[in-house]
């Protein structure tokens, strides 16, 4: 069973940095796409960045790619979105999530999902 739990977002200013983690209690990750998705207010859920169960190959959304990095620990069953240069677009409810697919961006193949966890950058 996996089970996902995130943690490290908070209220910061435009042009700072945070970095979410998201932990495995199941145990499972090592074989799992992994991935952050996020959902603004009043907006659907979107892709935002996800990574091969080898951390081999990464994806991002348009709207991050240069700002933020996906990384994953596989040995401490743990992933990681580094966000930098946040802007007040980028306020949302971050979402970790784990798919047995083999890298897609398609929300409904994602079988694991965290609780979610905020992050708000004020304009």
């Known amino acids: 069973q996996v089970q996902l739990i995130e943690s490290g977002g908070g209220l910061v200013q435009a042009g700072a940095s945070l970095r979410l983690s998201c932990a495995d209690s199941?145990?499972?990750?090592?074989?799992?796409?992994l991935a952050w998705f996020r959902q603004a207010p009043g907006k659907e859920r979107e892709f935002v960045a996800q990574i091969s169960w080898s951390g081999g190959f990464k994806d991002y959304a348009a709207s991050v790619k240069g700002r933020f990095t996906i990384s994953r620990d596989n040995a401490k069953n743990k992933v990681y979105l580094q966000m930098n240069s946040l802007k007040p677009e980028d306020t949302a409810v971050y979402y970790c999530?784990?798919?047995?697919?083999?890298?897609?961006?398609?929300?409904?193949?994602?079988?694991?999902w965290g609780q979610g966890n905020q992050v708000t950058v004020p304009s």
């Open positions: 199941g145990r499972t990750f090592s074989r799992n796409t």
């Open positions: 999530a784990a798919s047995r697919a083999i890298l897609t961006r398609r929300e409904h193949e994602y079988d694991y």
